[in-house]
């Protein structure tokens, strides 16, 4: 069992940045691949950016690509996502997810169906 908690949203003006931190309950952190996903208001989830478990595989969303930034820090059972040059349309609530490192080195699903723990969730509000 994972347990899994997201801090660090909050209201930004537009061009700002924030980081998220999901931090992770048990011992093996290190064997799940993680990743944010976030939904806005009507909209569908989305994924937004993930690290595989080895971390040796990124992936960001093209809609975020160069201007967020994934991170873990396995000591420290945490996952990080750097947002910067934040836009309107980036508020939502973004959420944590964890999928046990089923595959290889790379394993990184996009889908989230395919993974099995999920945070609660922290709004971020951009203002314009």
């Known amino acids: 069992q994972v347990q899994l908690v997201e801090s660090g949203g909050g209201l930004v003006q537009a061009g700002g940045s924030l980081r998220l931190s999901c931090a992770a309950s048990?011992?093996?952190?290190?064997?799940?691949?993680m990743a944010w996903f976030r939904q806005a208001p009507g909209k569908e989830r989305e994924f937004v950016a993930g690290?595989?478990?080895?971390?040796?595989?990124?992936n960001v969303a093209d809609s975020v690509k160069g201007r967020f930034t994934i991170s873990r820090d396995n000591a420290k059972n945490t996952v990080y996502l750097q947002m910067n040059s934040l836009k309107l349309e980036d508020a939502a609530v973004y959420t944590c997810?964890?999928?046990?490192?089923?595959?290889?080195?790379?394993?990184?699903?996009?889908?989230?169906?395919?993974?099995?723990?999920w945070g609660q969730g922290t709004q971020v509000t951009v203002s314009s």
């Open positions: 048990g011992r093996t952190f290190s064997s799940y691949t």
């Open positions: 690290i595989s478990w080895s971390g040796y595989s990124t």
């Open positions: 997810a964890a999928a046990y490192g089923r595959g290889g080195y790379y394993y990184l699903p996009l889908m989230g169906h395919e993974y099995d723990y």
